[in-house]
């Protein structure tokens, strides 16, 4: 009897749309506006889906108060009010598209998540532009 | 060639989570101010989908106002307006958390839904936090 | 030149709707099934605006976040997760309609907020139910 | 590493829920005030996801400017502003349920986007039903 | 003391607008693509907002359970699910921008509410356009 | 007969919170965070509300196709995907609060918009934090 229980949480960040192998002309042709180099920004809104069983003593299936710290100590710390590009390490060289933040932010939770629990993030960039990462 | 069909109710109920083998101070230290002796409450937002074939007569898989009339007979008759743990008998032994709810409903409306359609209950206690139950 | 400000916040409350000089029969006459005395309960959502001129070093009306601590601890830390008829002293002999609580919170603000700014309270008890007081 | 990565889009449009091998006293008793001859109408919001894997070149599964300009060559020319029954060829036939429609929008992107990526539609008629067809 | 009181309700319908001194040429030009002699729809939010004292016996402005009525015996079993121009006599020489449809709805209220109270119509044709008309 | 029409637009751009005469300590202890050297952003989401008669021949206040365009050219074209400190002109000596942000499109509209007609617009920062300047 799995059930899935979802947390959503929100962070303010600037970012820009950058592959170093191309020159300016190149990321323009492909990112456009979107590889400004001095940065736009997003309201992020993150769900961090979890899915297991119900535990019988607390009718949980994980503390959604532990969940909440979680996301806030493994994502919110270093990823609110921040230049994702810049002061992000994993950004670096990753660009911080949509679908490669929601990979990132999967990683870095699964790793403080019950191995039995399953892991869901979605990551909305925009509230028309969506991406969904489940770790398959 | 399947199809998923959603349709969202809403219910306003008081509830508290509560354990009755543990004591209050255990209880507190579990739930925190979700254990209130004095209930607090919540606008629960349902979603109830049902996935099935689209019936070549009517283009629907099923019809949508007769699933809202389940929804009204099923649960919210009984849950809206209500105190959970006070006055709907399930919850005397059964801890009302999200995961525990979105089971109960998903129980009552199996019933009543015909066996070869599939389906599935979301159930939002605040706009941030959710449970969806499949029956899986 | 002045400019409203606004901060949305929530809080999950138990109620019921009751005048203790009327019977129970009238009170169900009244007010419907809001009248269950085992209560029942909502996500209030909260918008207070504050409007005043922008301070030219700041370029702020009011830091919002000042505003956002004090709506925690004015509004927040009393109805939070309480019920409201119970646990919250005006109330026990006010009756807890969005009406009489955007006032009492109203109240609340004004004392703490400068005189120089003017306020005004919206409080959604449900998505479609909702009130505003100004002060007017 | 399948991401999924969602679009959304909207358009508005009149119709009526008909079957032409029934009488209007059987068209009205299966769909009611929606079999109305003069039509009623809805704001559609449409989501459309693709899956797939990250272009580690772009950081995309797929250019969400490439997916927004085929959902409006493809859907919203044809459906926006239009009557479906009456100006939309596929409908003199078919029932525009919400049910028909996202099948007819998923077969026709379907054409569109790379058979490496699957694809899924989910259709808002209104904010309490919709509907969602993967192609399963 | 006055406050505010709003109450959200819907209804879906059909229009075009359009006006029958001007040919079809001159209707496109102004209008455009929302002059199709076809008609297209929307799903109409209305929001009613009734300003006035808090009755101390109840504790409300006006009880909502009596708006919620009027609205439904007014607006919604006239306008839900029918073609405007087609069904709604006033706008049989009326073109049903949103501003008239507004206007018409508050004409209808206002002859059936209190005097004694103050009133405003907000009634969104999409998520991105609305009006708002309080008599003045 | 006034009616206020809305649009509503989006944009999406990076800024700090700065104010030059101060150092980077005292930036930190009024801003906080929203003082990040390497910025941060936002997706903000604009309501521009003009008030003013129905003209009888459309049924409009103001063409809202009309309204759109102006919305597109006087401010998202220079705003949209900018970093708003170092890209927009008037934010190299104006701090870039939701206030002064909303103050500036208000009189970038003015100039354009029949002086009969009123002007509001309402800037959200987040979901949470929003702002509103009508020119008084």
């Keep these: 009897m799995k059930v899935t229980v979802h947390r959503k949480a929100h962070f303010n960040a600037a970012h820009r749309l950058f592959n170093p192998k191309w020159d300016d002309a190149k990321n323009y042709e492909i990112f456009g506006k979107c590889s400004n180099p001095f940065y736009h920004g997003h309201n992020y809104e993150l769900i961090v889906a979890v899915t297991g069983d119900i535990d019988p003593e607390t009718g949980f299936v994980m503390d959604l108060k532990v969940l909440r710290k979680l996301i806030e100590s493994e994502v919110l710390k270093n990823f609110d009010h921040k230049n994702l590009n810049e002061e992000v390490a994993v950004f670096a060289t990753l660009n911080p598209t ?5 990979v990132v932010i999967w990683n870095k939770l699964r790793k403080t998540i019950n191995k039995g629990l399953e892991l869901s993030v979605t990551l909305y960039e925009t509230p028309r ?8």
């Design 129 to 136: 532009n969506y991406v969904t990462y489940t770790g398959d």
């Design 98 to 102: 949509a679908e490669n933040i929601a």
